[in-house]
């Protein structure tokens, strides 16, 4: 097998557990390097043209987003 294709295997498992429930983030990840992570893995899938696996890291980034700030936006006033 291929190192590249063993990469793109591995990645995809990893971005699909993210559509479950069966995964969580380590305990020390804050909200940045969440968002780093998740920017570094959309920018890989997308260079990489995983489209599944890119919209599934765009729908768990609108999670944190939600999580921590209350709205997608930041805009706790609504």
Not at 35 to 60: G, H, M, P, T
């Amino acid at each position: 097998m291929k190192l590249d294709n063993y990469i793109h295997q591995v990645f995809i498992g990893s971005i699909n557990i993210m559509k479950t429930d069966d995964w969580q983030w380590p305990d020390h990840w804050d909200e940045s390097r969440k968002l780093k992570f998740l920017n570094d893995s959309l920018n890989y899938a997308s260079e990489n043209e995983f489209w599944e696996q890119a919209a599934i890291i765009r729908d768990v980034t609108k999670k944190v987003k939600e999580n921590t700030s209350g709205t997608v936006s930041g805009d706790t006033a609504q």
